[in-house]
């Protein structure tokens, strides 16, 4: 009979992080579980990949490894940031995000300036760990609302949020060492908008009461 291998609970913590995609349930310990919930649609986090995806290739055919470009869709508007030679390819660049069909809008923070180097990069990508991971232990929203995007130590932080939610993250990723600087691109609901407002429990997540001996 073959035994079944399963990931360390902080390993899966840090693949499901990583996922932009709707994760309804993640089981957190014996009777435990945290609801991790989208405020997108489906339709719509298909789009932000499928812009993502479309953006990224379109931006590789014209320049290969001319530029480094990093393309994050949430709620089809766009955040791009990197590196490029010159402005004429960061204008062409924004044109080519412009002309993908479901985008809403474009934010742009390239830098003409030498690309990255791997180790920045890797820095870069450990930031964002950090960051994420720091959301988990303050426990003050949920996580799955916040993207975090870190590009030469300056971290972005993009989702669907309640000014107190983005307040929160900000203040979490701002005193996460390494980090430069933090950027939002955040758009905002109320707490009693449909869209944001808070999930009551089921009865599967209640706090079960101990049994009377």
Not at 66 to 79: D, G, P
Not at 99 to 124: E, G, M, P
Request: contains cysteine.
């Amino acid at each position: 009979m073959r035994k079944i291998r399963t990931l360390p609970f902080f390993l899966l913590l840090a693949v499901l992080l990583s996922l932009p995609g709707c994760l309804p349930v993640l089981v957190v310990g014996a009777g435990a579980a945290i609801g991790y919930e989208d405020r997108r649609t489906t339709g719509t986090m298909v789009e932000d990949e499928g812009i993502e995806l479309r953006a990224g290739n379109r931006i590789t055919e014209r320049f290969g490894d001319k530029v480094h470009v990093n393309v994050t869709s949430y709620n089809r508007s766009v955040l791009v940031t990197g590196e490029v030679p010159d402005e004429n390819a960061k204008a062409e660049i924004e044109k080519i995000l412009q002309a993908v069909s479901t985008v809403r809008s474009v934010t742009s923070d390239l830098q003409v300036a030498a690309l990255a180097s791997y180790s920045a990069r890797a820095n870069d990508a450990g930031i964002t760990g950090k960051v994420k991971a720091r959301f988990v232990d303050v426990g003050k929203f949920n996580v799955i609302h916040v993207r975090v995007v870190t590009e030469a130590s300056v971290v972005y932080l993009l989702g669907w949020v309640t000014e107190a939610e983005a307040n929160s993250a900000v203040d979490v990723a701002r005193t996460t060492g390494g980090v430069r600087k933090v950027v939002k691109v955040f758009e905002y609901c109320q707490p009693t908008d449909p869209v944001c407002a808070p999930r009551s429990k089921t009865k599967a997540e209640e706090p079960k009461k101990d049994a009377k001996k």
